[in-house]
């Protein structure tokens, strides 16, 4: 069946430090990768997005990371800073579908 | 200027009873969505709308009917409500499915319900 899920349900780091948020998918057809920010008392917001033709797309300060050998999709966090603290969820859908599976989300905690 | 509104925020309310929790986009969008997100911050979703057409009907009791007046506009009508319906709801729109591939999702700032 379809799935999205995470290796790290938390993770800890130093203010100013990299951050790593991993993501794993099953589904084969899924063809365009999300991940959301959701801070504490809102509503998910988008961060950035990848599709299945790349394996890597930079943001302002984030950068997604697509290996599509091994399922495999990973949101890398420059500098992380107190306000990256939320929980992040990678989301998955293909073209033509009307339904995006999200993961079951990682919280990151920036320490000062 | 909220891009997607919720109303009401909370919600607390007794066992058996019917609520609504309604969702409105200025962003033009053709798509909306509802999501519940439990304890454990799983988002799930519940229905999705095109074009005020259902679209997305997933495994949720009939209890929870969804209504679109029109493209702007889904609310969420729960009857008979029980305790594991506690939860925090989402409305969510976005621009298009399908050729445009456009899929990013707008989310409101959520329904907190909490059933007693």
């Known amino acids: 069946g379809e799935s999205v899920g995470l290796h790290l349900p938390t993770l800890s780091v130093q203010e100013g430090d990299n951050s790593i948020i991993n993501c794993a998918y099953s589904?084969?057809?899924?063809?365009?990768f999300i991940w959301y920010k959701q801070e504490s008392g809102k509503g998910p917001q988008f961060i950035i997005d990848?599709?299945?033709?790349?394996d890597k797309r930079q943001g302002q300060r984030v950068t997604v990371l697509l290996n599509k050998t091994v399922k495999h999709l990973s949101l890398q966090i420059a500098a992380t800073q107190p306000g990256d603290s939320a929980v992040y969820f990678c989301?998955?859908?293909?073209?033509?579908?009307?339904?995006?599976?999200f993961g079951a989300g990682t919280r990151l905690f920036v320490k000062a | 200027d909220t891009a997607v509104s919720q109303t009401p925020k909370y919600l607390v309310t007794q066992m058996g009873n019917d609520k609504s929790i309604k969702c409105e986009q200025n962003?033009?969008?053709?798509?909306m969505y509802w999501y519940k997100q439990d304890s454990k911050k799983f988002l799930k979703i519940m229905f999705s709308?095109?074009?005020?057409?259902?679209?997305i009907n997933e495994t949720v009791p009939n209890r929870f009917s969804p209504k679109s007046p029109d493209k702007a506009h889904l609310n969420l009508h729960i009857n008979s409500l029980e305790l594991g319906d506690s939860a925090v709801y989402f409305c969510?729109?976005?621009?298009?499915?399908?050729?445009?591939?456009?899929?990013?999702?707008?989310f409101g700032p959520g329904t907190r319900l909490l059933v007693l």
């Open positions: 589904n084969s057809a899924s063809d365009y």
């Open positions: 962003l033009g969008h053709d798509t």
């Open positions: 969510a729109s976005s621009q298009d499915r399908g050729l445009a591939g456009e899929e990013t999702q707008y």
């Open positions: 989301a998955e859908g293909h073209t033509g579908g009307f339904k995006t599976i």
């Open positions: 709308y095109n074009n005020k057409e259902l679209i």
């Open positions: 990848i599709r299945s033709n790349m």
